[in-house]
């Protein structure tokens, strides 16, 4: 029986009750050995299975890891509340994932949204930025060849929502809007740092096209995992079909954004992430 102890980080339980409830059907019960607070989490001495963080969306999995190191407790263990409650969640799935180290390449926000989400780190440097379709799929054609480039500043833009200048940066023949950065040089040493910690060896390649020659032209990459996603059906392997209409935002963008924060997940992140596979969650 899994043996479980409960971290109460925050007065924020909306999470609790249900991810007991799964972690019971799927483990055939579990048994709760204990719970703790911050003041007394580290005293506990008793043989546990994982630490199951009640309050964890309101802290952040990132702070309360910090915190778990300070207090020298197996971060390995640790399991937040909200994440046993995503759709497709499995224990064993989920300790793969982590294990798994993956890198997430997409043309916009969507791999830091979804990790976010899913607690996983930035092993990308695409993060709050964004390619135009055609310099994303040259992009694709050798990402190590324009990670290796040296980034100009070739102009700024208006953020309309943030409301401040941001940076588009060149990359050989490919641009990036770099929209949630303010300075050409804070967002270079962020591309730096983080393209430092991408895994080759497990990549997840991820777009989406309102064009089917776009999607053609994607679907032609050598990625083992890759998706392309369409508000229209297809045949091909990489073609992972969303209907705009059930979030019915103005631009698909918002629409794809939204599945990375699961609002909703159309299809299984945990099976998609792993292995590519398509595990619809919803009626399409």
């Excluded at 991810?19 to 055939?28: F, R, S, V």
């Excluded at 300070?70 to 064993?92: A, Q």
């Excluded at 940066?169 to 050409?184: A, E």
């Amino acid at each position: 029986m899994l043996k479980v102890l409960i971290w109460r980080v925050s007065d924020d339980t909306s999470f609790q009750d249900k991810a007991i409830k799964i972690l019971e059907q799927q483990h055939d019960g579990i048994d709760i050995i204990g719970e703790a607070s911050d003041a007394d989490i580290a005293k506990v001495d008793r043989a546990y299975d994982l630490i199951l963080v009640v309050g964890a969306k309101k802290i952040g999995m990132s702070k309360i890891t910090q915190t778990a190191h300070k207090l020298n407790l197996p971060e390995e263990k640790l399991l937040s509340d909200r994440i046993v409650c995503t759709p497709g969640f499995t224990l064993d799935k989920y300790r793969h994932l982590q294990r798994s180290q993956l890198s997430i390449i997409a043309m916009n926000c969507f791999g830091g949204l979804i990790s976010n989400i899913l607690d996983l780190p930035f092993r990308t440097p695409i993060i709050n930025m964004f390619f135009e379709e055609q310099d994303y799929l040259r992009f694709l054609r050798d990402p190590r060849l324009y990670m290796s480039e040296q980034p100009i500043l070739k102009e700024t833009r208006w953020q309309t929502v943030l409301k401040f200048d941001y940076p588009v940066v060149t990359f050989g023949d490919v641009d990036i809007y770099m929209n949630h950065y303010r300075d050409f040089g804070e967002a270079v040493a962020k591309w730096n740092e983080r393209k430092a910690r991408i895994n080759w060896y497990n990549l997840f390649v991820t777009m989406y096209t309102e064009d089917e020659k776009i999607l053609e032209q994607f679907d032609a990459l050598p990625y083992g995992k890759k998706a392309c996603f369409v508000p229209f059906k297809s045949d091909l392997d990489s073609a992972w079909y969303i209907n705009r209409e059930i979030t019915k935002k103005k631009y698909f963008w918002q629409t794809i954004n939204d599945f990375a924060k699961g609002i909703p997940f159309y299809y299984d992140p945990f099976d998609m992430l792993l292995y590519g596979k398509k595990t619809p969650l919803i009626e399409m």
